[in-house]
């Protein structure tokens, strides 16, 4: 039987649970002095051997192995162990008492699903009540102690009324190896069934929540099955028995009081009964007793459950409920707070003082705000997004810096550009020089001002957007972004990347119908006869219409075809007749772009293969001298201009370069 002490600790005082170390019934002193006594008088069998017994060269033997024992005794987790084991057996015990089946939510169900005030009607309730309570009962006979022994076999389930002698010639002639109580189950669907085509039951809704209800009912005492079935693992009830048994093996002999005239360390003094090892004994031996109890609540313990009162109690009133209660209703009548708006029961003098305290409207109801953070303040004059840390950046927009400061700090140095250029197609690298001129004060697709880790190009998803040179960049937060879309001019310093990159299919078509034939002849068109060329040193870059790079001829082997080989010219920088600053008889390489930026390039033409006429086809190898990157791009030069064979800035139109995959 259940042992019951919650009305003694329903209000927390002194000592509050000092009356239940009186208790016997259930108590740790009834599981645990068998034990206890055994270990003391172990002990003290040992204490006078010790003293009384053993000669004194036994006794210097028998204190090294006292000393020992106790020195390795402690090396034993148990606590940990205990712990742990302790802790799984609680967790099983309450949920197996939350598998037990209730037949309440069914028994509701039955009352209000199957209808029929006659015979008829009423044993077909009573009937699914009785066949829900002896699947329970089957199950309780398998798993606990004290239902077998109330109904030790099926001639006492028939004589108790929860089986008739039809049902029980039916249940053992169903042969199976197995445990059978699941069998009133499928009689139970079986008969809901036949209601439902009878009309008791009056629709599927109905059948569907009693066969659900059912299906819990059933699931319940599977689980109490398969509890039962299995238990804690063998090894770890073994583990933990072997190391609280071998501890206080070992505490028999270490913890004995020595000769304190042997002056061993700890042993200076005799007191003859270890009070505190006892304690340590009537702790740990508990706590193993405690699991021992609860890891099987289906026996006959002082803590296990009732079943016999459970049978009882749930065959009861389910029958009850089905039957006697079935469209048993009271007379329904106004309430006395019929017209009363705000109705509340009434107190007792003992239970008044709680009208006394007010109701709990939330942790936050009570708090006090200043006058003037109470005001609203209009939308128009709120500055979103703003850095509110104070500093250089405060009050400008705050676009996400934390996120923008970890991508922008693991962006490429300036120095390993170089290495993210070459590995990009020719085309590509070629078309990330020819967009690095602009107008507007050097309008790139990034101000001259900012640096480069904040040039991120839509094109390469990277920062090689040929911004030119590299300034030192000022810190994110003091750049002024665009808040709206008004804000942007485009060619603008500090224009965004992806805003260039929307304005390139309008330049281009405007470039396309000014002047297509115009544009073409600027570029790379004439050959100058010269008979040799040598390296030229940088030249500066000439005032033209529009900017571009400023490069000198490197190397160039012209076509043994041709008499003399050539450079090429765009946009004609250099008048007739000028020469280079260092008085080379050939003119530079200039090579005008749209949208040039200030970047130096160096470039070599040769042709390939050694002899190959006129037209032919150049490579022209580009060498960025501020970036440090390398392009080189094959080019068909027919009749003084560059044929496009690839997309080209336009699509099929002439541009000033020919790459196989266009640019």
């Known amino acids: 039987m259940t042992v019951t002490y919650t009305a003694h600790v329903a209000n927390a005082r002194f000592c509050g649970f000092s009356k239940l170390l009186l208790a016997w019934k259930g108590s740790i002193y009834k599981l645990l002095y068998k034990e206890f006594l055994a270990f003391f008088i172990t002990y003290m069998a040992l204490s006078i051997s010790y003293r009384f017994v053993l000669l004194d060269y036994q006794k210097r033997y028998f204190e090294k192995l006292a000393m020992y ?103 053992e002639n169903l042969q199976s190896p197995y445990n059978k109580y699941w069998i009133p189950c499928v009689w139970f669907s079986n008969l809901a069934a036949l209601a439902r085509k009878e009309g008791r039951i009056r629709d599927d809704h109905a059948l569907k929540l009693l066969l659900e209800e059912l299906n819990v009912f059933r699931g319940s005492c599977s689980m109490l099955f398969h509890y039962d079935w299995i238990s804690v693992p063998l090894v770890y009830t073994q583990v933990v028995t072997i190391a609280v048994y071998s501890f206080f093996v070992a505490c028999l002999i270490g913890r004995q009081f020595l000769d304190p005239a042997q002056s061993y360390p700890g042993h200076d003094f005799d007191m003859y009964v270890p009070v505190f090892t006892l304690l340590q004994f009537f702790f ?43 469209s048993d209703l009271p007379i329904i009548e106004k309430d006395r707070y019929w017209n009363d708006s705000n109705p509340r029961a009434p107190y007792t003098a003992s239970t008044v003082f709680v009208l006394q305290k007010p109701s709990f409207q939330g942790s936050a109801f009570d708090m006090t705000i200043p006058k003037e953070e109470m005001q609203f303040q209009p939308l128009d004059d709120i500055e979103e997004n703003l850095d509110e840390s104070g500093g250089p950046g405060m009050g400008v927009p705050h676009y996400n810096l934390p996120l923008l400061n970890r991508l922008l700090g693991s962006a490429p140095s300036p120095a390993s550009l170089g290495g993210m250029l070459t590995r990009s197609s020719p085309a590509r690298r070629l078309q990330l020089l020819k967009r690095g001129g602009g107008g507007g004060g050097g309008g790139s697709f990034c101000s001259d001002g900012s640096s480069l880790y904040s040039c991120l190009c839509q094109d390469t ?69 010269q008979p040799s060329f040598r390296p030229l040193e940088r030249v500066p870059r000439p005032e033209v219409e529009k900017p ?37 008889q050939a003119p530079p390489l200039l090579v005008l772009l749209p949208n040039g930026s200030q970047s130096d390039v160096e470039v070599q033409t040769r042709t390939q ?45 002439r541009s000033p370069v020919d790459v196989e995959d266009g640019v």
């Open 69 to 171: 024992c106790n020195h390795y005794a402690n090396l034993i987790p148990m606590s940990f162990v205990l712990g742990f084991y302790v802790t799984l057996v609680v967790n099983r015990w309450w949920s197996q008492y939350q598998s037990i089946p209730m037949p309440d939510r069914l028994m509701c169900v039955i009352s209000g699903s199957v209808h029929g005030a006659g015979e008829r009607g009423r044993l077909l309730r009573r009937s699914l009540m009785r066949y829900a309570s002896l699947s329970a009962l089957l199950i309780f006979r398998s798993v606990s102690t004290a239902a077998f022994k109330r109904f030790p076999t099926m001639d006492h389930v028939v004589e108790a009324g929860f089986m008739t002698r039809n049902e029980r010639k039916k249940f």
């Open 284 to 326: 740990y031996a508990g706590w193993l007793k405690v699991a021992e109890q609860l890891i099987n609540p289906f026996g006959e313990d002082d803590d296990d459950f009732e079943t016999n009162r459970l049978i009882d109690r749930n065959f009861q009133v389910s029958m009850m409920a089905v039957d006697e209660m079935y």
């Open 609 to 653: 293969p050694p002899r190959y006429p006129a037209p032919g086809v150049w490579n022209v190898h580009l060498r960025s001298v501020s970036v440090g990157s390398e392009v080189s791009v094959p080019l068909h030069i027919c009749e003084g201009e560059l044929l496009d064979t690839g997309r080209g800035l336009d699509e099929g139109q």
């Open 548 to 584: 571009g790079f400023a490069v000198r001829l490197v190397e160039s082997f012209p076509p043994p075809a041709c008499e003399t080989p050539g450079s090429l010219l765009a946009n004609e920088p250099l008048q007739q007749g000028e020469r280079p600053a260092n008085g080379s």
């Open 461 to 529: 998803q990277s920062t090689a957007c040929s911004c030119g040179a590299f300034p030192q960049h000022p810190p994110l937060s003091g750049i002024q972004f665009p808040r709206d879309e008004s804000e942007t001019q485009p060619g603008g310093a500090g224009e965004p990347c992806q805003n260039k990159q929307a304005e390139e299919p309008p330049r281009r078509a405007r470039e396309g119908a000014d002047g297509q034939a115009e544009g073409q002849a600027r570029l790379l068109r004439r050959l100058t006869p």
